[in-house]
Structures are given as C-alpha cells and as structure tokens.
C-alpha cells in the first residue's frame, strides 16, 4: 500500500530540544511538504521540496530544518529557535509541483514541547 | 500572495440535508481550487478538485462550483451522512508563480451531522 508515513504520532520535548519528526513515502513522488496545523489557522507551509537535494522555504520557515537525501524521506528539524513549537505537523508529497497537483498526506505528528 | 477566506468555520446539519461550504480567493490569476476532508486523528485527504476552464464538477454527492468573476467557489455535500462529520479545507493556487505554485489553505469549516 502506498502512502506517507509520520513517526512518532505523539512527541514530547523540554524547551530547548532540538527534535526531528520523519516523513517517508513510497509513492515515488518528487515533491514534498511540512505543514504545521494550529487550531482556527489552517495550513501553513514550512518547506518544501521539488526534487532530491533542494528544497525551499515556505511561509512560516524561522526555526525549523529540513533536509533531501532520499526522494523518499523528507525529515523536519523544529530547533530551539523556534518559538512556539507546539503543534500538530503534517508531511506530504505530490507527483507534480504541489500547487497544481493533489497532496497526499501523512497522519501527522503532534509535537508538545513544555 | 494569495488569501483564502474560508466560511463558516462550523456547520451543523441534520443527516440527509445539503451542507455548503464558502471560499474566496484574492489573487485573480489562480487556477486550481482543491478541497480536502480531514477526519479526526488524521491527515487531510483530497476529495474533489476543480481547474479555473471548469465552472462546476460533482462526484457522486459531493460537488464543487466556481466563480471566477467573484472569486469564489463553494463545496456542496447532498444528502449528508454521519460520515461526512469532519473538517473540511479549501485551497487556492495562482499560477502567476510558475514553477513554484504553493497552494493557500482556507482556515477550515469543521461539519457536524446530527443523526
């Protein structure tokens, strides 16, 4: 079966932690995505990625990493710079570019940092 | 950069009626409004898309409606199921960005069926 895998589903962290949450997929799509999901605001794009090895900055960018080894993981780095990372982060992917193709997402990952 | 306003954020409607669900977008010049249903726990799924050449697309009790002159467009569940409860997303893309496209997502209308 075919999809998006997030892992872990649920994250703890201590102020001041860097963590990573993993996103694969094995759609053998070329575009990928991070979105952080906050209650009454919608998606907002973190980064994203057309091909392996590049990737850009999306609309809410400060404080988080990316990186694009692989086609198939796509891995997302929330660093103590970011302020409020509290959240719940969504990965995806698309055949095309993501604005004129469908997104398949993964389930997420709810990220607490107290 | 593109605005989706999305309306209305809730919406209750007794099984076997019609829900709509309202979007306007700013940027003239875009081109692809997908909608996505995102059910408790999980990631959005797309569940219809329409291209700015098409007015209207129904799949099945789902249907979706657009306004180019007005800059909106409109998702419309017919005979609503307890199923259909979840959040539901509009997006907009301009293709003034070639090669870059990112969609904008509305701020999502969350459905309840009452049985």
């Known amino acids: 079966d075919g999809g998006i895998t997030q892992s872990p589903k649920y994250l703890f962290r201590k102020e001041g932690q860097n963590v990573t949450l993993s996103c694969e997929q094995n759609l053998n799509h070329d575009a990928m995505y991070w979105y952080r999901q906050d209650p009454g605001q919608g998606l907002r794009l973190i980064y994203y990625?057309?091909?392996?090895?590049?990737?850009q900055k999306g609309d809410i960018a400060e404080g988080y990493s990316v990186s694009r080894e692989k086609k198939e993981s796509f891995p997302l780095t929330v660093t103590s710079a970011q302020k409020n990372p509290t959240a719940f982060y969504l990965c995806?992917?698309?055949?095309?570019?993501?604005?004129?193709?469908?997104?398949?997402f993964g389930n997420g990952t709810r990220l607490t940092v107290t | 950069g593109e605005n989706v306003e999305q309306h209305p954020s809730t919406l209750s409607v007794q099984e076997g009626d019609s829900a709509v669900i309202k979007c306007t977008y700013s940027?003239?010049?875009?081109?692809?409004f997908p909608w996505y249903k995102q059910e408790l726990g999980k990631g959005p799924q797309l569940i219809i898309d329409?291209?700015?050449?098409?007015g209207e697309k129904k799949d099945q009790r789902i249907a979706v409606t657009l306004n180019k002159t007005a800059k909106h467009f409109s998702l419309h569940i017919t005979e609503t199921q307890p199923e259909d409860s979840a959040v539901y997303f509009c997006a907009a893309t301009p293709s003034s960005n070639f090669g870059n496209e990112k969609l904008t997502f509305g701020t999502g209308t969350r459905l309840t069926i009452i049985p």
């Open positions: 329409i291209r700015s050449n098409v």
């Open positions: 940027d003239s010049a875009s081109n692809y």
């Open positions: 995806a992917s698309s055949r095309d570019r993501g604005g004129i193709s469908p997104l398949h």
């Open positions: 990625s057309q091909i392996v090895n590049d990737f």
